[in-house]
């Protein structure tokens, strides 16, 4: 017998489907309107089609699926499918309307800062949505324990924004986003490695974590608004459709890989790689070069 909490939240799934299903279609004028997609009758109409064809392939296989992996698996899949989905929609944002002979587009550099968005969305989320179940399945702490190492990864992530605000003139904004992404692997690697029985130094991991997350993405949309000059006015609504992308592959990915048998340690010390790319990936980004040329998307 389901709880009320987890048939709330089985409602509140069926709610966001039901929006994600009618967004394409309740979107019509937009998608043909000369000043947003311009799309024809024919594009239009062509749209639904991958959408049709992939439901009858799903419909067809559901039920065998759903015997091989379980219910619940197939189930999330379909979720970050439409977390998918609603990215791509936001994503196609950054090229409706480039038309009126400019040549504009979406620079190359554009998705270096995709990347490094998405790879934040995974690294935060997994702090901020597997935190709790991390202290009390592995490191035995309480329920008021595994909160407040919760709260105190949040509280870090703010501080954080705040602290590196305060010290630019003698922390360069350049040098704090190459060191944040180590000072994260770090954190993630010390949340796989912790002893069974240590909730308190859980608790001042998950705050080094908030810390390491903490002024990554401010950052990340400030050098992206500074140097993708061509689409400066879309490229913080990119950056935040990837993250929001790589907060979907978290937030749901990392179920499946614990019922497939995978530890949230493993899974934690595996996303401190996602952290260490974001390291290598920041010095790219803030490298001093001319404007960047636009290509065709």
């Known amino acids: 017998m389901a709880t009320r909490t987890e048939a709330n939240t089985v409602y509140a799934a069926g709610l966001v489907q039901g929006i ?3 967004t394409f279609p309740a979107a019509s004028m937009i998608f043909t309107d000369p000043a947003a997609y ?13 959408q049709v064809v992939t439901a009858i392939i799903a419909s067809l296989l559901g039920g065998d699926l759903a015997r091989r992996l379980g219910s619940k698996r197939v189930y999330l899949v ?3 499918a439409n977390q998918v989905s609603m990215a791509l929609l936001i994503v196609s944002q950054l090229v409706a309307g480039e038309r009126a002979g400019t040549g504009a587009g979406i620079p ?7 990347a490094f968005a998405a790879l934040y969305g995974v690294c935060e989320t997994m702090n901020g949505n597997w935190a709790q179940l991390e202290m009390t399945r592995q490191l035995g702490a309480s329920a008021v324990q595994a909160s407040l190492a919760l709260t105190t990864f949040w509280a870090m992530v703010t501080a954080g924004r705040v602290l590196f605000a305060l010290v630019q003139r003698w922390l360069p904004t350049r040098n704090t986003y ?3 992404p180590f000072v994260l692997a770090a954190a993630l690697v010390a949340v796989a490695l912790l002893p069974q029985g240590t909730p308190a130094l859980g608790v001042l991991v ?4 908030g810390l390491g997350c903490s002024a990554l993405l401010p950052l990340t949309i400030s050098f992206g608004q500074e140097q993708l000059v061509v689409m400066s006015a879309s490229a913080a609504g990119g950056v935040i459709a990837f993250y929001q992308l790589g907060y979907g592959i978290a937030a749901f990915g990392a179920g499946p890989l614990q019922d497939a048998g995978g530890g949230l340690p493993t899974i934690f010390g595996c996303t401190a790689v996602a952290a260490v790319a974001m390291g290598g990936l920041s010095f790219v980004l803030t490298a001093r070069q001319p404007a960047v040329p636009a290509t065709r998307a």
Not at 108 to 114: E, L, P, S
Not at 206 to 209: C, Q, S, T, V
Request: proline letters at 3%; aromatic letters at 18%; charged letters at 5%.
């Open 108 to 114: 190359t550099r554009f998705w270096v800062f995709a």
């Open 38 to 50: 311009d799309l024809s009758s024919t594009q239009y109409g062509t749209m639904f089609l991958p």
């Open 178 to 180: 190459h060191l944040l």
């Open 78 to 80: 379909g979720l970050l």
């Open 206 to 209: 998950f705050g080094l974590a």
């Open 20 to 22: 994600v299903l009618v």
